[in-house]
C-alpha cells in the first residue's frame, strides 16, 4: 500500500488521532512514505464540521502533509479526477503540479 485516499471523516480521524488505528495509521503513512490523497471537498467538510481546536488540528495535518512532501493543496486532485472523468483538458497557469499527480493529463496553459 503506497497511496490512500481519505474521505471526511477519514482526515478528522487521522488529523485528531481519534482512534488508535488512525494513529498507527498516519505514523505508517509518515514513515513509508506513503502518500495520502484528500479532496478539497473532503477536507472542507472535515473542517467546517469541527470546531476550532479541530480546526487547528486539521490546519496542523496539512502542514504536516506539505513538510513530508505532500502537496498542500488539495484542490489539484480534485481538477485531475475532474478532468479525466470528463476527458476534458485543464485549463492552468501552473501545470507542474498537475503533471505531477497524472502526467498523462490533458493541459491548456494560461499565457
Known amino acids: 500500500m503506497t497511496e ?22 498516519l505514523q505508517t503513512a509518515v514513515a513509508e512514505g506513503i502518500t ?32 513530508a512532501g505532500g502537496r498542500a493543496s488539495f484542490d489539484f486532485s ?4 475532474s478532468a479525466q472523468a470528463r476527458g476534458w483538458p485543464v485549463i492552468t497557469a501552473t501545470p507542474g503540479p498537475l503533471f505531477a499527480l497524472a502526467p498523462d493529463v490533458a493541459v491548456e496553459v494560461l499565457p
Not at 485528531?16 to 494513529?23: N, P
Not at 472535515?46 to 502533509?65: H, I, T, V
Not at 480534485?78 to 479526477?81: E, I, M, N, R, T
Request: charged content about 10%; hydrophobic content about 60%; glycine content about 8%.
Open 78 to 81: 480534485q481538477v485531475v479526477v
Open 4 to 25: 490512500l485516499v481519505g474521505d471526511t471523516g477519514a482526515v478528522v480521524a487521522l488529523a485528531t488521532g481519534s482512534t488508535l488505528h488512525a494513529r498507527d495509521l
Open 36 to 67: 495520502l490523497a484528500v479532496p478539497a471537498a473532503a477536507y472542507a467538510a472535515a473542517w467546517a464540521s469541527s470546531a476550532p481546536l479541530g480546526r487547528m488540528l486539521l490546519d496542523g495535518f496539512l502542514d504536516l502533509s506539505a513538510r
